[in-house]
């Protein structure tokens, strides 16, 4: 039975399944929730600076995008940090570890871009036990107009010096969220190592807005008539959130340096995804608020035996196995050639394949008068797309070509040899091969 | 209140409250959650095999699409446009034949997309609110008749009307509808849905029906064809094959097709005579509607008497399930040979390559009724070529005399089906309306 026990920055939790700073996480009665349903840590929703509290709309905070059946694809919200007082937050953030102490729980801050601010609230965290602090450089609704949130995570300077007054002021871990609302992640996740930051946590909300509702003429979630752009999230920014872990845990400047992963984790598989491309551990949010606290139940039974399938004991193990294999387009082997394969057996007749194939691909595939799809190699570029349009998982699938075949589209014997753009003789900047 | 048990013919075998359920829809609407739920199902199917299988080609995964994207009227016009009676045929159809036994996930999961309630959604909504949506081309001056207002016969006249054609209906009986609205189960069509389709249909203008008025009585084909530009013919079949045996003309001896109308017709289904023990001979639709509503009246023994085996019946095996769900009993390769007092005799039957022979086995069961459903005839006489016992036509329709179509039923070609007859008319008034505008 494989050990999901995770250790993240030396806080160690059962699992790797922390729920992230957000909604869930606002106060002591869903904490606890979340601990009795199994989760392994908890980012406490962000704090504020001492004083009167932010305060939030009182109408729709959240839009949504859905898949068929209404399943809940993309979730945006306009909701601010905590609007609830510093000082109950902290009685409960003490009582509550006090209470689990074998789960970790991070406390998630953002206070004014001023050192004193830093200064005034760390040493009163510092008190409640909490494992460790993460500095939200990410929300980019409502407190980035007041220099806080995103303001500051798209300035890595600001990045670098807030994680130093951290770092300086507060003895536990010192985790930097990241926003992705910025060109490229490399520079704010440098900024914040480069501060002393223990980790990078990514990744925070992407500006969106969800619909239009075309009877008001104003953008979801509306609010009297108007509304704001809204951070999105759940499974729709998965793919967004992992290309930026992978850029983080491959680049030469911040190979190494712990990753919290964030963004559409739903499920078991999700997690792993991301622990693969170099992430210590998880965050999920969405997932939770879409279906409830038991979702994490399948998250751990799926990773565990994932693991024990794959011989991994403990999620170190695995952690971080595919950043090598995350590579420039330039290094792909162009001489690696597939082909769609259809396996009649499992295929329903719908027709998919054929209309992507036909009316917006390479025309190579056939389609006979009693329904038999097949694929036409001499015609098929192993784009993908039949695979990915096909209702019947693993219905078809990509065959690579054994060396030593000839590909029927360019008449080219396959060679096992890697060759790359670098040396492609197309490429007006090859070097020359040797 | 007499009883299940009651002997002999009777009325009033189960109290109202009891046959108002059983008569209640067989598949009660979707409402707009279930219908969203169903929509997003379809797989928008190239070429999809829904469609081929559809004798009307209602453009099925386009009208599911517009239901998931929430513009069911708009659903509901792409459906109205290849099948004017798309709201009986949502009811009535056997889809598991048709469009649903053909859908991929009937291959995938057993489980086809709900296609035919799915069309009950989309055409409710058009049918429920005020206004016809289709608008009549201006005016062409060709008058066009046509005889028989049943599905064959409303579909051509709205396609004529719709091209600026002027129609003149006729029909034989009290009221428009044809089969939808004398034959077909109650439970198929309820809330006198036939009756409000055909006032629906007729919102198109340029039609006019007359009752009443049938061929080879008041009507004469070569009266209409003197007096109209082109006449269809939508007649139906109007008699009912007799059995052929000793005893056939007795008093418990009568037509399913019959039985069926006059319960289709009763305002007071606890008024209506059933015996306690039925025995229906046939294997068609008919013979199941007939045998299922029977029982739903509280005859205690309702049997279904085929002369060939189950794979032979006409009725599909969801109809098959059916009946044998309401406890109606199903015998295979039987057939009558005599019927006396109160009881019918059945041969058991073989088929051994040269064709169907009695064994010389027999079983005899109580029947204080006997139905026929064993198919239905051809009445009319107009001079027409008939052939196979229906009217011969080529192509959309055309009979052997110029200027006069026909379809449904009454014509060759096709199965006996609403949705079939349908596609009839409205490819018979294309073909009438490139006649008269050549």
Sequence with gaps: MAD?????????????????????????????????????????????????????????????????????????????????????????????????????????????????????????????????????????????????????????????????????????????????????????????????????????????????????????PMIDGKGTHGGYCGPAVKPIAMNMVAEIARDPGTRGLPISGIGGVTTWRD?????????????????????????????????????????????????????????????????????????????????????ACEDTSHQAIAMSADRKFTVIDAECVACNLCVDVCPVADCITMEAMPAGATDPRTGKVVTREYANWTTHPNNPGAVAAE | MTSPTAPGIAAGRLDADRIAASFADLHPALDAHAAQVAADRCYFCYDAPCVTACPTGIDIPLFIRQISTGTAEAAAR????????????????????????????????????????????ATDTVLSRQGHPFVRAPQTGRKVAVVGAGPAGLACAHRLAMLGHTVEMFEARAKPGGLNEYGIAAYKATDAFAAKEVDWLLGIGGITLTTGRALGADLSLDALAADFDAVFLGVGLGGVNALGIDGDDGDGVLDAVGFIAELRQASDLTALPVGRNVVVIGGGMTAVDAAVQSKLLGAEHVTIAYRRDRGAMGASRYEQDLAASHGVRLLFNVMPVAVADGAITLEYTADDGTGLRGTGETMTLAADQVMRAIGQTLTMDGGLTVEGRKIAVTGAGRTTRPGIWAGGDCALGGDDLTVTAVAQGRDAAMDIHAHLTH
């Design chain 2, 78 to 121: 792409t459906i109205l446009e290849a099948n004017i009676l798309g709201g009986m045929c949502a009811r009535v159809c056997p889809t598991e034949d048709l469009c649903e036994g053909s859908c991929v996930r009937e291959a995938a999961e057993g489980k086809p997309v709900e296609i035919g309630r799915l069309q009950r959604y």
């Design chain 1, 271 to 355: 997690a792993a995804e991301f622990m693969a491309l170099g992430c210590g551990n998880v965050q999920v949010c969405t997932a939770a608020m879409t279906y409830g606290f038991h979702v994490v139940a399948e998250m751990k039974a799926g990773l565990s035996q994932w693991m024990d399938e794959k011989g991994y004991a403990r999620t170190s193990d695995f952690v971080g196995l595919a950043v090598p294999n995350v590579t420039d387009w330039q290094y792909l082997n162009l001489n690696y050639v597939a082909k769609a394969k259809i396996n009649q057996d499992d295929c329903i007749s719908c027709g998919r394949c054929y209309a």
């Design chain 1, 4 to 220: 999901l026990t995770t250790d993240f920055l030396g806080i160690r939790s059962p699992n790797p399944f922390w729920l992230a700073s957000a909604p869930p996480t606002d106060k002591e009665y869903n904490v606890r929730r979340a601990y009795e349903a199994g989760w392994g840590g908890v980012v406490w929703k962000t704090l504020g600076a001492e004083g009167p509290p932010v305060v939030n709309v009182n109408g729709p905070r959240y839009g949504a995008i859905y898949g068929a059946d209404r399943r809940l694809l993309g979730l945006n919200n306009i909701e601010l940090i905590t609007d609830r007082p510093l000082e109950v937050n902290l009685e409960e953030i003490a009582r509550v570890k006090a209470d689990y102490p074998d789960r970790a729980l991070i406390v998630s801050l953002m206070v004014p871009c001023e050192e004193a601010a830093w200064k005034a609230i760390l040493p009163r965290v510092e008190e409640t036990n909490a494992d460790g602090i993460e500095l939200n450089f990410g929300c980019p609704h409502g407190m980035a107009e007041r220099g806080m949130g995103s303001a500051v995570g798209q300035v890595p300077e600001y990045i670098e010096m807030v994680t130093r007054w951290c770092k300086e002021n507060y003895d536990r871990p010192v985790i930097v969220k990241l926003t992705p609302n910025i060109a490229d992640i490399r520079k704010p996740a440098q900024a914040a190592k480069n501060g002393g930051a223990d980790a990078v946590s990514l990744i925070n909300t992407i500006n969106s807005i969800t619909s239009v509702n075309l009877d008001s003429m104003s953008p979801e």
